[in-house]
């Protein structure tokens, strides 16, 4: 089935230790989504690429960076994780930015 | 402001029982969507139903509809029958057409009680 998939499910990492999070999708939507979601709250979205252009929300921290070498996959790099970026984040798709988003599962973090 | 707003914070229903789920949005755009998404425990959000601002009819998928009232700027989802599987936290979103991202509600915790 296509589908949005992230891995790992669950990561852990320590304090200032760089964590890569994964993203891939094989609906063939040219735009996907970053979005960190605390406990209780709505989901935030920190980043998107429309094909190969990057757009970063103003109040993303540089701590958090990403990556899309191709458009099945993007990457979520956190360069130095703190305690607050211990949440569940999200990836999602859509096709040309209209409609609904497809989420993957999700990459519950958390930071010792 | 905001954008989307959820002023319910939890909601209990009792299972085979309606529910109303309110949602008001606020945009001066002419073209936008508003979407209705369900969060189990399990944290995958999953698309359950679309309104376009132009559409004259309300949605409706299966047991959800949603009752759009345009000069109101309301989306409220209507969960028929109610089931237990459907307690979950539900957001309501809107993305207007000038802007590609979506703009979420804070969310509402619906419980089914048996």
């Known amino acids: 089935d296509a589908m949005v998939i992230q891995n790992p499910r669950y990561q852990v990492t320590q304090f200032g230790k760089p964590v890569t999070l994964s993203c891939s999708q094989t609906?063939?939507?040219?735009?996907m989504y970053w979005y960190q979601q605390k406990s209780s709250q709505a989901p935030k979205l920190l980043f998107h690429y429309y094909d190969k252009d990057f757009n970063n929300e103003a109040d993303t921290p540089d701590n958090f960076q990403s990556r899309r070498p191709n458009t099945s996959f993007c990457f979520l790099d956190i360069r130095s994780p703190g305690l607050g970026d211990a949440a569940m984040y999200l990836c999602?798709?859509?096709?040309?930015?209209?409609?609904?988003?497809?989420f993957g599962p999700g990459t519950r973090l958390t930071v010792t | 402001a905001q954008k989307i707003t959820q002023t319910q914070p939890g909601m209990f229903v009792q299972e085979k029982e309606a529910v109303t789920l309110d949602c008001t949005y606020d945009?001066?755009?002419?073209?936008?969507?508003l979407f209705w998404y369900k969060q189990p425990s399990s944290g995958e959000m999953i698309f359950l139903i679309y309104q376009g601002s132009y559409d004259e009819q309300n949605a409706t998928e299966g047991r959800y509809s949603l009752n759009f009232q345009k000069a109101r700027k309301s989306a409220n989802l209507v969960i028929s029958a109610s089931q237990l599987g459907d307690s979950a936290m539900y957001f309501c979103?809107?993305?207007?057409?000038?802007?590609?991202?979506?703009?979420f509600g804070s969310g509402t915790k619906l419980n089914v009680k048996p």
């Open positions: 999602a798709t859509s096709r040309d930015g209209e409609r609904e988003e497809y």
């Open positions: 945009t001066s755009d002419q073209s936008y969507g």
């Open positions: 979103a809107m993305r207007e057409r000038s802007f590609n991202k979506f703009y």
């Open positions: 609906l063939n939507h040219n735009v």
